[in-house]
């Protein structure tokens, strides 16, 4: 993998519902991984920064896992609301210069 | 403590103009990067730099394209003689160690070129 990569593009789901996103990422010289959340017509906000393999971290009703070794990571978001539409994008930062990559996101609808 | 700031919002600017846009990053912050969002594709990093020095610039176009962040002020990137393709919404985040560290975006300039 030579690019960052979401999936699905995007994802309609009911309230209460629990979701999960895929990002992959080329896992040679990896240094970290982002998440971010971008709600329309507002800035991206940052969700978590993870950096070693088996990473876990949650906030919230949100968590994410890491897998440096194959190059992915999940995203997870248990009994979607309303408030959690948004954009989820991740980034992929390596070692050469801190480049850091954008996946093109995962939008998320949540109907109430 | 303020948030990323960028202005102008918003700049409309004719072919072959210039336009400068501004990023002062959160007080403490001295890790700025830029990044570019065209009209239906996702944010491609463009230039990362630190108080006076260019750190990775190999998202930038090679040509009117170029990026400062001076000791004392805003960081500023400038886009020499525009062109139509230009048009895009420019983002600009800053963080306090650089590298894997959690960058903080502001709310972005939308430049249009007529």
Redesign the interface.
Known sequence: ILNVEQSPQSLHVQEGDSTNFTCSFPSSNFYALHWYRWETAKSPEALFVMTLNGDEKKKGRISATLNTKEGYSYLYIKGSQPEDSATYLCASINTGGFKTIFGAGTRLFVKA | NA??MQNPRHLVRRRGQEARLRCSPMKGHSHV?W?RQLPE?????MV?LQKENI??E??MPKERFSAEFPKEGPSILRIQQVVRGDSAAY?C?SSIL???????????TRLTVL
């Open positions: 948030g990323v990067y990044y594709e996702g944010l491609k990093f990362y750190i990775d190999s998202g983002f985040a650089g590298g894997s560290d959690t960058q903080y975006f502001g709310p972005g």
